[in-house]
């Protein structure tokens, strides 16, 4: 499984980023989908997913309200749109899928998920 994570970029506090996460010719429908960030010198940490179907989503605290996780999975796409963007945003962002027969299975670890995307980075400057 090949995952293409892009839309990262450049932008001053309070500005909007949309991020997507795409699988090559393949469906992303029987998988759930998260994002992770890392930033330098620090762990990776769980930013939101959305399980199958998205019958879940779940986001951590600091990003609740403003940032929306949604997937198409006709186009093999979770996007994650992320508005006023704080310096504390900056990272590199990850996409991480998860073959899964539930569509409740959204695990917020990242040791639970199988396939990654490469980074892409996200610099917020205040």
């Known amino acids: 499984v090949q995952l293409q994570a892009s839309g990262g970029g450049s932008v001053q506090a309070g500005g909007s980023l949309r991020l997507s996460c795409v699988r090559s010719?393949?469906?992303?429908?029987?998988?759930?989908v998260a994002w992770f960030r890392q930033a330098p010198g620090k762990e990776r940490t769980f930013v939101a997913g959305?399980?199958?179907?998205?019958?879940?989503?779940y986001y951590t605290d600091s990003v609740k309200g403003r940032v929306g996780i949604s997937r198409d999975d006709a186009k093999n796409m979770v996007s994650l749109q992320m508005n006023s963007l704080e310096p504390e945003d900056t990272a590199a962002y990850y996409c991480?899928?998860?073959?899964?027969?539930?569509?409740?299975?959204?695990?917020?670890?990242?040791?639970?998920?199988?396939?990654w995307g490469q980074g892409t980075q996200v610099t917020v400057s205040s």
């Open positions: 010719g393949r469906t992303l429908s029987g998988y759930a």
């Open positions: 959305i399980s199958r179907s998205a019958v879940l989503t």
């Open positions: 991480a899928a998860l073959p899964t027969a539930s569509t409740r299975h959204l695990p917020r670890s990242p040791e639970e998920y199988r396939y």
